[in-house]
C-alpha cells in the first residue's frame, strides 16, 4: 500500500443507480453494493474520508447521511423518487452531475483528491466532475455491455446501444481502469481499446471476520432444515442472467436419476432434498416476478423449494452454513462475490465456468466448474460433492483455505495505491501540459 504519508485525504465515490445502504439480493442490488461499502469502510479506517455520491430514491432520505464514521452517504434528487429503472436513468444523468458539482462548489476548491465511479452511469458523471474539479478519475465497469450481450441468458433483453457509448466513452476518460480479474482487463483492452497503461486488476474481497465455518447442523436448525438433509442453495438477484432456473432444473434431474440409482445415498433423495432460493426479483426478472415458483410447480419439485427474502450478511452466513452446496449459475460474473462468501464458510461452490468465477473457485479444489447450463452436467456435478461425503469435506477445506486468498483489505490497499499513482500521473500530465503552453 501507499505510505500513509500519500494517502489521499478525501475519495469521491459515485454509484448513481444503487446504494450501499440497500438491501443486496433484490433491486439493482448486488455484489457492488457491497463492494462500495466495505472498501469505503476500511478506507474511512486508514484514516481516508469518503463520501458516496447515489440518486435519492425517496422523499424520506436526508440529504446526507453517515454510514460509519468517516463514510458519508450523499442523496442526490435527480428525476422522481421511485419507478426509474437504470435503462431510464441516462435522462437524470445531467440533473445527477449537477447535484455533485454543487456540493463541491460549497466547499474549497482541492476538496476532493480523486473520483472513484461505479458502473457506467456513474462514469458518465464522474467524468464531469474530474473535469471540473481537476482530479484524477478512476473507474470500475462491473459489468461490461460488450460481455453481457455476448453471453444473454435465453429471453433476456440486451443492453442498449446508449450502454455501449457510453461505457466507450468512460474508458477512452478514465485516468484508471479497475478490472476484477485478469479477465476482465483482457476485454477492457481488446473490447473497449483500453490503454494497458491505465488499466489494473483488483480483485474483490470477502469479510474473512464475518463469513466463517460454523456449525452446520445449527445452522439448519435456524433455518428449519433437518439435519441429514442434502441442501442447495442459491443466492443473489433472481433473473435470467443470473440463472437460478439452472439449479432448479438440475434439482429435478437429481430426483428423476434418483429413481433410477440403486446407491444409499441416492434411495430417499425426495424425502431429503431441500433447495434454498435466497434473493428477490431484480431487472429484467421483474416482468415475471413468480416465474421461478411456476417453473418449480412445472418441473414437479415445489415442494422440495424453499423462497427466502434477501438478508443481511450475519444472517447469510448461516445460509452459507447451512448448504452442502452453493449454485451460481450465472450467464456472466465480472467476479462473483456469493461464490468468495460460502467459500469462506466452507461451502464447496458449483459454478458455471464464466467470467471472473474461475479466478473465485478453484476448480477441483475449493468447488468444480461447469461448462454450459445443461441440466444433467449440473446435476452431475451437484451430486458430486453434495452427495460424497468424502468429497466435499476435501472441498470444504479447500474453499476456506482459497476464501483466505481474498480480503477486503487487500482489495482497499491496492486501490487506494492505484489512487495515489492516478494522482501522481495526473498532476505530471497538467504540469507538462503547462510547460508546452
Not at 460481455?147 to 444473454?152: C, D, F, P
Not at 483492452?189 to 491505465?198: F, I, Q, T
Request: aromatic share 6%.
Amino acid at each position: 500500500m501507499a505510505s500513509v504519508a500519500s494517502l489521499p485525504r478525501r475519495v469521491c465515490l459515485v454509484s448513481v443507480h444503487t446504494s450501499p445502504l440497500e438491501q443486496p439480493g433484490t433491486g439493482d442490488a448486488g455484489g457492488m453494493n457491497v463492494y462500495i461499502e466495505q472498501t469505503a469502510l476500511r478506507m474511512a479506517e486508514r484514516g481516508v474520508a469518503v463520501e458516496i455520491f447515489t440518486r435519492a430514491t425517496s422523499s424520506d432520505q436526508p440529504p446526507a447521511i453517515e454510514m460509519a464514521p468517516g463514510v458519508l452517504v450523499r442523496h442526490v434528487p435527480a428525476g422522481p423518487f421511485e419507478g426509474l429503472s437504470k435503462d431510464e436513468l441516462p435522462s437524470q444523468l445531467c440533473t445527477f452531475a449537477g447535484g455533485v458539482l454543487r456540493t463541491e462548489a460549497q466547499h474549497e476548491p482541492g476538496y476532493y483528491d480523486v473520483v472513484h465511479t461505479h458502473y457506467w452511469l456513474s462514469g458518465q458523471a464522474g467524468w464531469l466532475a474530474r473535469d471540473r474539479w481537476g482530479v484524477p478519475l478512476v473507474h470500475s465497469a462491473h459489468t461490461l455491455a460488450k460481455v453481457k450481450n455476448a453471453l444473454l441468458a435465453e429471453g433476456d433483453t440486451p443492453e442498449p446501444r446508449a450502454r455501449l457509448i457510453g461505457e466507450e466513452q468512460v474508458v477512452a476518460e478514465a485516468d484508471r481502469l479497475v478490472g476484477n480479474t485478469d479477465e476482465e482487463t483482457r476485454q477492457l483492452v481488446e473490447l473497449y481499446d483500453a490503454d494497458p497503461n491505465r488499466t489494473v486488476t483488483i480483485p474483490p474481497g470477502v469479510d474473512l471476520a464475518r463469513f466463517t465455518p460454523g456449525d452446520r447442523t445449527a445452522a439448519r436448525r435456524e433455518l428449519n432444515i433437518a439435519s441429514n438433509a442434502v441442501v442447495l442453495a442459491f443466492i443473489g438477484r433472481i433473473q435470467p442472467l443470473k440463472a437460478p432456473d439452472v439449479l432448479l432444473h438440475a434439482a429435478a434431474e437429481m430426483l428423476a436419476q434418483a429413481r433410477t440409482r440403486g446407491e444409499s445415498v441416492w434411495r430417499d433423495l425426495r424425502r431429503r432434498l431441500t433447495v434454498l432460493v435466497v434473493g428477490g426479483p431484480s431487472g429484467s426478472g421483474l416482468a415475471e416476478p413468480t416465474a421461478l415458483r411456476k417453473l418449480a410447480a412445472t418441473l414437479g419439485i415445489a415442494d422440495v423449494v424453499r423462497f427466502l427474502k434477501p438478508r443481511p450478511s450475519e444472517q447469510l452466513a448461516t445460509v452459507y452454513r447451512a448448504a452442502d452446496v452453493v449454485a451460481v449459475p450465472s450467464h456472466n460474473e465480472s467476479f462473483g462475490l456469493v461464490a468468495l462468501e460460502a467459500q469462506a464458510c466452507g461451502t464447496p461452490v458449483v459454478a458455471a465456468e464464466v467470467g471472473g468465477l474461475p479466478v473465485a473457485v478453484a476448480d477441483g479444489r475449493s468447488g468444480l466448474l461447469v461448462a454450459g447450463h445443461g441440466a444433467a452436467s449440473w446435476a452431475g456435478a451437484l451430486a458430486s460433492v453434495a452427495l460424497r461425503p468424502a468429497r466435499w469435506a476435501e472441498l470444504s477445506a479447500g474453499a476456506v483455505q482459497h476464501a483466505r486468498r481474498f480480503s477486503w483489505d487487500r482489495t482497499t490497499d491496492a486501490l487506494l495505491t492505484t489512487y495515489v499513482d492516478a494522482g501522481a500521473e495526473f498532476r505530471a500530465r497538467l504540469g507538462l501540459e503547462g510547460l508546452a503552453g
